[in-house]
């Protein structure tokens, strides 16, 4: 009984901005079910607004990253798991000790670097610093300990150089950590919004909370398109979720065996 009750109540929210956005505009604040079913505040968001254009810069940013991202830490956690080189366990703890550092912290470092590039205002400028996250490295170079070694020398016996024991043993028994990573890398960055907002002045390279943000005035906002515009925002992340949902559960099942 607690459990279903802690379900209402998480739950509820959502079920009120889901059935808000079908609602006129004013009765947006007004408790209970609407006079009329209206589909008005999405059809203004999708046609009124560029959200089209900012669905899509979040898209192409999200999965170019997430697909960058899995291959480079793939390699950088094969690397530091199974090759012999002087400073391996720095280089990790260095790697794990970024953790420590929030985006707020290295923002204008980060900025002015991109600046010197003459990345301001380009897909390159969104995409290129986010690749990097040290829990990617750091969890996939744990999942790689746990991986029985025979299987690699026995590819090792049949002429096998690192490239291909991590291209043709490892990347595919992997699957499962790098299915829960491309989920949490493309949530991260769909949802991204300090630094597309701080890399980019130029309208068509609004990613999609940026892009929700403007519906927002300094007086007043129509409360109505904002609810709007987050619930088809939040579409293509549930959608994410629910597709790698099995994969996710298989990591977190197989991230505990030895």
């Not at 707020?104 to 980060?110: E, F, G, Q, S």
Request: hydrophobic share 55%.
């Amino acid at each position: 009984m607690v459990a279903y009750l802690i379900a209402l109540l998480t739950v509820a929210p959502l079920l009120w901005l889901v059935l808000t956005v079908f609602k006129p505009a004013e009765e947006v604040f007004r408790n209970g079910l609407p006079s009329r079913f209206t589909l008005d505040n999405i059809r203004y968001v999708l046609t009124e607004v560029p959200f089209g254009r900012y669905l899509f810069n979040s898209a192409l940013v999200s999965l170019v990253v997430t697909g960058v991202a899995l291959i480079l830490h793939s390699m950088a956690a094969y690397a530091l798991a199974r090759l012999r080189f002087p400073g391996r366990t720095v280089f990790f703890y260095g790697i794990v000790s970024t953790l420590l550092v929030s985006l707020p912290v290295i923002l204008v470092p980060l900025f002015l670097v991109v600046r010197e590039l003459g990345l301001l205002d380009t897909y390159a400028g969104l995409i290129l610093p986010a690749i990097f996250h040290a829990f990617g490295i750091f969890l996939l170079r744990q999942y790689y300990l746990n991986l029985p070694r025979e299987l690699e020398e026995a590819a090792d016996l049949d002429g096998c150089g690192y490239f291909h024991r991590w291209w043709r043993i490892v990347l595919p028994l992997s699957r499962p950590a790098l299915a829960s990573l491309a989920v949490l890398f493309f949530l991260a960055n769909w949802n991204a919004f300090l630094w597309p907002v701080t890399a980019t002045r130029d309208p068509d390279l609004r990613m999609v909370q940026v892009g929700i943000s403007t519906l927002q005035g300094q007086y007043g906002s129509a409360w109505n398109h904002l609810l709007a515009a987050t619930v088809i925002a939040a579409v293509p992340t549930v959608i994410a979720f629910l597709a790698g949902q099995r994969r996710l559960v298989e990591a977190i099942k197989t991230s505990g065996l030895k």
